[in-house]
């Protein structure tokens, strides 16, 4: 297989992480004869450094041209720090997936167990977990309209959805609930929210064409509850793109770190694939940043977007062995026992290597 994957780095820990997730992708494609082709561009708060703008022309050509795309982080202190700039990294993130049409956000909370006790919930209520979300990532409040009054005094948000939005995602969850436990369960607040009570309309509608999938609807904030009350009741979970962003965010300590999650992002041509962790500036070039989500979205981009199962299981199964054998990044070691071996970026991401290439001579 001939695959061409374009590579953004990104902001902040971002190049730490991608540069592990491009050479398990080298590795993957070396052990199993595939050609992957790598090119690289800007995005972001170092883009607009170089540009000017936070996606410039060049990249988001160079996106529409490739196979599938591996994102690091996106962001800068600078910008969190003074909210009138107008010109943002978050802006460039934001328009890739507009023009890409990438609508859907797969987010697997993925739990391993050497990790239960790298959570502040307790194991018995952890282990067993399994979810996958499905948030919209091009509607919503992110993408309506938004004001500012002359004064200053004033701000808005339009929190908008068409009944099209909501349709297309709602499909691609309740196809992948039927091939895992047949249980979905739709999020919103359509007790308050127009918008909310589009949702759920729609999705009740949806529903009729998959009898065989349970389905269940729940507001943000009693979702948000029974995310870390009982995390084992949800399989897969459909919502909005607020709502998913804070959810899956949430959802970050049930597998112990946002470290060890990845995401795809998916639509109607090339995949974006990128660890749901931030740009992380207070660590960036400390060498402490945990390459394994980066890792995981290549395995992924594997999976999802070229259909290579087994490199993918291959690689998710090397990191449950490097857990296994206790190796931890500095984000899921327990600081209160000796019993771990605490690695940097670095030797995290060699390490994955190395055990992947043990894992292939020993198979």
Not at 179 to 197: G, I, M, P, T, W
Not at 244 to 257: K, Y
Not at 268 to 275: D, L, R, V, W
Request: net charge negative; hydrophobic share 40%.
């Amino acid at each position: 297989m001939k695959k061409n994957i374009l590579v953004i780095p990104g902001d902040g820990i971002g190049p730490e992480v991608t540069t592990w997730g491009k050479a398990a992708l080298e590795k993957i494609a070396e052990i199993f004869g595939h050609e992957f082709v790598f090119d690289e561009a800007l995005m972001g708060h170092a883009a607009i450094e170089v540009t000017g703008e936070p996606l410039p022309d060049e990249t988001l050509e160079k996106a529409r041209k490739s196979d599938a795309i591996l994102f690091g982080a996106i962001g800068h202190a600078k910008y969190d720090n003074d909210p009138s700039l107008k010109v943002r990294p978050e802006q460039g993130l934001l328009k890739i997936r507009k023009e890409l049409g990438l609508f859907a956000n797969l987010r697997p909370i993925l739990l391993f167990d050497e990790l239960l006790q790298a959570s502040s919930i307790k194991p018995e209520i952890l282990r067993g977990t399994d979810i996958l979300f499905f948030r919209e990532l091009t509607g919503d409040v992110y993408f309506g309209e938004k004001i500012r009054s002359e004064d200053r005094n004033t701000a808005s948000d339009l929190m908008i959805y068409h009944r099209y939005e909501v349709e297309r995602i709602a499909h691609k969850a309740f196809q992948a609930a039927q091939q895992r436990n047949k249980r979905l369960c739709s999020v919103d607040k359509a007790n308050v929210l127009e918008s909310s009570r589009l949702w759920r309309e729609t999705v009740q509608e949806i529903a009729k064409q998959y009898p065989d999938v349970e389905t269940e609807h729940m507001f943000i904030d009693n979702a948000a509850m029974q995310l870390i009350k009982n995390p084992k009741k949800f399989d897969v979970v459909l919502t909005a793109n607020l709502f998913g962003d804070i959810l899956t965010d949430e959802a970050s300590q049930i597998a112990g770190s946002m470290g060890m999650l990845a995401s795809a992002s998916v639509g109607e041509s090339t995949g974006f694939f990128e660890p749901i962790h931030g740009s992380a500036h207070d660590i960036t070039g400390k060498d402490l940043a945990n390459p394994l989500a980066s890792i995981l979205s290549a395995a992924l981009m594997l999976e999802i977007g070229f259909g290579l199962k087994d490199e993918a299981k291959l690689l998710v199964d090397t990191i449950d062995e490097v857990l296994k054998e206790g190796f931890r990044t500095h984000d899921i070691a327990d600081q209160s026992t000796n019993r771990f071996k605490v690695l940097g970026t670095a030797e995290m991401g060699k390490l994955v290597l190395k055990f992947l290439s043990q894992k292939l001579i020993n198979s």
